[in-house]
């Protein structure tokens, strides 16, 4: 299968480690508890020894590939390097959670909202800071406003508060 | 019925309940479109502002929310691939590509038709409905409830495409997340690791924001650009374009909304199944299945006409037994005992005018959020052509307020975000997000339905078959999945007699 | 350094100072109660109907919030209440024995109810044991004489609907299973009409209308006294203990609150459940209130409590 097999079925494969690891909890239950659990683990590991197949290439893997869904196995598309990806996936969003739980949801959107477009965005400043501006007063007119709900307003106002 | 059907209509349409019912369809517009909030938030918020009003216009209000909220939900599917709930999931799968493809205003034309005729075909069905609800209700015991779940997921799992495979395992890992949480048949917590946030499971809103809303975003932001790719400078004329692809495609219409209003009659998994349901089966029937999913409008006219179908339907058990056929319902239903109606088989021919009052009002609000989705289409497309670096910070933050308003909880604020990694991945590496959140609706229904059936049967598998409607069910699970199976032999019988 | 500790006395013994002037006009500003339930079920009704007319009796004209905190079956909101600082502005609502059952089977909780401060009773809805139109059973004689296990349908296991069927059954000498996991009051009924089970307990509100269409049958009726005159009650049975089993809301306030705030609340409270209005309201919709006083509730809450710890080993 070579190594450019493994690489395609690196994700089944880490799939399988971690549904292993809730097999594994599972037994921990009592029979009741597990019964379903156990029976989808198991399934699942099913689909995804299959699935490892089908991605290592092998002679079976297509084979199996056209029986169960028709046709060619399709590998894994092109996308942003992952390094990229992932300061819009984790960071970014990441830095939105840090911000709400430190200061508030808010003040946190206004500078998530801000930040984003300046430094993601490269927009100028005042665009940066008007569509900030209306993206939290949008928010708060319709949540504390007009709904009457108390957003969430941080641990360091709770501190401050004593 | 005739009495009080005309004097339900004369009440509706006096200028005070149509303000109210105008207020409600646009309240549940809004909260509809806007990721997290849905109709449950909008009917709990109102319940003390209907406090002081007269019951026949808390319904009127009701109705309307109750039927804007599930074309909000289909906007925001369209527009940014964000369901609003789990029903709107199965509009995504077309009316997103659609939208990527330029064509969100044909996309939304043909959503705002399919609600509002479903709503109306829906509440037609409850109407007819209404003399024989007691015993369809009473034919949906535990093992029914199993079959039908079960049924629910292998149609999702065989409407992913040429994606079976992984469609099933990530059925398999949304059935794992179903888990979690407090077990409500044995009482005892599981697969929590300590975290209090879990005891109650994995929330089905914020993984909803996750998977779809931010997921999006950070796809969006990492190839930048804008929702609609192309050049294609829509015209409002392809907003009508939508309209006219309805009526070309009644039967869809007509089957979507049958499926609709008879599936969302079963309470507790109803609602969401019946539009799932109802685009696989319009997928297996088309002569093209390979098209949908990459935009084909007849997946936004099935899924849709189900959608709104499925109130008329759901009101069936909500009304006539007081079992609540979704969290909005059983908020609905607190309004209800709020007013002095009790629900149950009662209710129907005590109330009668004011049961008619909400039928209609409901009906009429299905039709005036459709025209006001088709007069606002033309605005809402330039949605999909902002520029992704604005669109996405803002979507991102008010998604993550979204997800923090439904309970006041931090905690589903960090599992929406959780969940967009997971989301993000998940389109990465092209693994259906959709079958996920389905085995997430369905996994606790299944499992506890699953255990009843057998303490019922003192542990006996027997049950499970030997019931007519749950053969029945077990007949249409076997031929949703060998369906896929026997097209292919016979394409490959006939295929190779063309090789030869 | 010692004129700045005197200052910081100084400061504290003024802080202390407002904080009784402060006291004394109780309440200054508007008290949240946190319900531990969703919004509309019946629990949200029975709260949010006394709240406006309770409003009504509290000095300063200020307002009693209600904040819905559903989560955990109830765990997550009277933890937060428990937790609360006691001065009188966060007060909540209870469900008993629901919220004391986790605690007594056992289950690590992050509230002691026997620490919290009970302000009054607002309902009690007391059983009647139902059974299928259709099934042929008509009386207890009929239950002990099938021959198998009698099958109750209940909520989920742990729920006060499980512990008061697992208890009424072994108080009537019943061989029993419970089918748990039903959604709701509504939903275990509808399961012994739809014949999942054989039996359940139900309140008398949601089971009415099923005795109208011949649906549901009463066999027994747990109350003290009986709401219909031919079903046997616990005193005929011989059995009165029948009777303690119930389903009750009582509203409560953090551990040691404050003794004035006390006053105030419990006052307001109980004017607002003699109030004409609440009861005019309470029949228009069918909720029915069952007052007890502060000192009252204190003693059902004991009560309560023994009679579950009694009989824990078999929940």
Redesign the interface.
């Known amino acids: 299968m070579g190594t450019n097999g493994l690489r395609r079925a690196r994700?089944?494969i880490l799939?399988l480690l971690?549904?292993g690891g809730?097999l594994f909890?599972s037994y921990g239950?009592?029979p009741?508890?597990r019964?379903?659990?156990v029976l989808?683990?198991w399934?699942?590991i099913a689909?995804?020894v299959?699935?490892i197949l089908?991605q290592t290439g092998t002679p079976i893997g297509r084979r199996l590939e056209m029986l169960?869904?028709?046709?060619e196995a399709?590998f894994?598309?092109e996308?942003?390097p992952i390094g990229?990806?992932l300061i819009?996936?984790?960071v970014?969003?990441?830095l939105?959670?840090g911000l709400?739980?430190m200061i508030g949801?808010l003040p946190?959107?206004f500078l998530?909202?801000c930040l984003?477009?300046k430094v993601?965005?490269?927009?100028p400043w005042p665009r940066a800071l008007a569509?900030a501006v209306a993206?939290t007063a949008?928010?708060w007119l319709?949540?504390e406003w007009g709904?009457s709900?108390?957003?969430?307003s941080g641990v360091l106002l709770e501190v401050l508060a004593g | 019925m005739t009495d009080a059907l005309i004097q339900a209509v004369a009440y509706l349409f006096t200028l005070q309940s149509l303000s109210y019912l105008a207020l409600g369809t646009g309240i549940g517009l809004l909260f509809g479109a806007v990721p997290g909030l849905g109709g449950t938030t909008a009917l709990a918020l109102l319940i003390p502002l209907t406090f002081g009003m007269d019951p026949d216009a808390a319904i009127v209000l009701v109705g309307g929310i109750m039927g804007g909220v599930p074309f909000g939900g289909s906007l925001s599917a369209i527009l940014l691939n964000t369901p609003g709930a789990a029903p709107n999931a199965a509009t995504c799968f077309d009316g997103y590509p659609l939208a990527r493809q330029g064509k969100a205003g044909a996309a939304i034309g043909a959503a705002a038709t399919a609600s509002a005729l479903g709503g109306l075909i829906g509440v037609a069905f409850m109407l007819a409905v209404i003399p024989i609800a007691k015993a369809i209700v009473l034919l949906f015991g535990p093992p029914e409830f199993f079959m039908l779940a079960v049924l629910g997921l292998s149609a999702i799992a065989v409407s992913t495409g040429g994606k079976l495979l992984r469609g099933l395992i990530s059925g398999g890992f949304g059935l794992m997340l179903a888990f979690v949480g407090f077990d409500e048949v044995g009482g005892g917590l599981r697969y929590t690791a300590g975290v209090e946030y879990l005891w109650d499971g994995v929330q089905l809103v914020p993984a909803l924001i996750g998977l779809f809303a931010i997921a999006e975003m950070i796809q969006l932001s990492t190839v930048g650009g804008r929702v609609a790719i192309g050049s294609s400078t829509e015209r409002l004329s392809h907003v009508f374009d939508g309209v006219k692809h309805v009526f070309g495609n009644l039967s869809t219409l007509l089957r979507g909304s049958a499926i609709g209003a008879f599936v969302g009659a079963v309470p507790g998994i109803g609602g969401t199944v019946a539009s799932f349901l109802s685009y696989s089966t319009a997928r297996q029937l088309s002569k093209d299945p390979e098209s949908f999913g990459q935009g084909n409008i007849q997946g936004v006219i099935a899924s849709e006409a189900a959608n709104n179908a499925k109130d008329g339907g759901s009101l069936i058990p909500t009304l006539a037994f007081g079992i609540p056929g979704s969290a909005e319902m059983a908020v609905f239903l607190g309004v209800l005992v709020l007013h002095g109606l009790e629900p149950g088989p009662r209710l129907l021919l005590d109330h009668e005018d004011l049961i008619y009052g909400l039928i209609m009002a409901l009906s009429l609000a299905c039709v005036m959020a459709s025209v006001a989705g088709l007069l606002l289409a033309r605005y809402l497309v330039l949605i999909t052509r902002t520029d992704v670096r604005y669109l996405a910070p803002i979507v991102t933050s008010v998604a993550l307020i979204g997800a923090y308003a439904l309970q006041s909880n931090f905690g589903d604020v960090i599992a929406a975000a959780m969940f967009g990694v997971i989301g993000y991945l998940m389109v990465r590496y092209d693994y259906p997000r959709i079958t996920l959140v389905i085995a997430l609706v369905l996994g606790s229904i299944a499992e506890r339905s699953y255990h009843q059936s057998l303490m019922m049967s003192d542990g006996s598998y027997t049950i499970f078959f030997t019931r007519p409607v749950a053969d029945t069910l077990l007949a249409l699970i076997i031929v949703s999945l060998a369906l896929p199976a026997l097209k292919l032999v016979t394409r490959k019988l006939t295929g190779s007699g063309h090789g030869h | 350094m010692r004129r700045l500790t005197t200052k910081a006395l100084g400061a504290f013994g003024i802080m202390l100072l407002s904080m009784t002037v402060a006291s004394a006009q109780f309440p200054e500003d508007d008290i949240d109660v946190i319900i531990p339930y969703a919004a509309g079920g019946g629990f949200d009704s029975y709260v949010r109907g006394v709240l406006p007319i309770m409003q009504k009796y509290l000095p300063n004209d200020v307002n009693l919030i209600p904040r819905n905190m559903p989560g955990a079956g109830g765990r997550k909101g009277a933890t937060a209440i428990y937790r609360a600082r006691p001065d009188g502005y966060t007060i909540g609502a209870f469900n008993l024995p629901g919220l004391m059952l986790p605690e007594i089977l056992g289950e690590r909780v992050a509230y002691d109810l026997t620490k919290v401060t009970w302000l009054g009773r607002l309902s009690e809805d007391q059983y009647l044991l139902v059974a299928s139109g259709s099934s042929g059973i008509t009386s207890i004689e009929h239950l002990r004489a099938l021959g198998r296990p009698v099958k109750f349908t209940a909520t989920g296991a742990g729920s006060s609907a499980h512990a008061a069927s697992v208890i009424a059954a072994r108080m009537l000498g019943l061989d029993a299973s419970v089918i748990t996991g039903y959604q709701g009051s509504q939903a275990y009924i509808l399961a012994v009409v739809r014949g999942d089970g054989d039996v359940a307990l139900g309140a008398s509100n949601s089971i009415g209308s099923y005795l109208d269409t011949g649906d549901l049958r009463v066999i027994a009726s747990l109350e003290r006294e009986s709401s219909f005159p031919d079903a046997q009650t616990p005193a005929e049975l011989g059995l009165p203990d029948l009777s303690r089993l119930s389903l009750q809301r009582m509203l409560g306030a953090p551990p040691n609150l404050d003794a004035e705030a006390r006053a105030v609340l419990v006052d307001a409270l109980a004017q607002a459940l003699a109030d004409d209005d609440l009861k005019s309201w309470s029949e228009s919709v069918g909720l029915p209130y069952a007052p007890l006083s502060a000192e009252a509730a204190r003693e059902n809450f004991a009560n309560q409590r023994a009679l579950y710890e009694e009989f824990k080993d078999f929940l």
């Open positions: 994700v089944p799939l971690g549904m809730f909890v239950y009592g009741e508890e019964a379903l659990p989808v683990a399934a699942t689909f995804l299959l699935e089908v169960i869904q028709g046709r399709q894994d598309s996308h942003a990229r990806a819009h996936a984790v970014w969003p990441g939105l959670v709400t739980l949801m946190a959107s998530y909202v984003s477009l993601v965005g490269g927009k569509t993206v949008f928010a319709l949540f709904l709900y108390r957003l969430y």
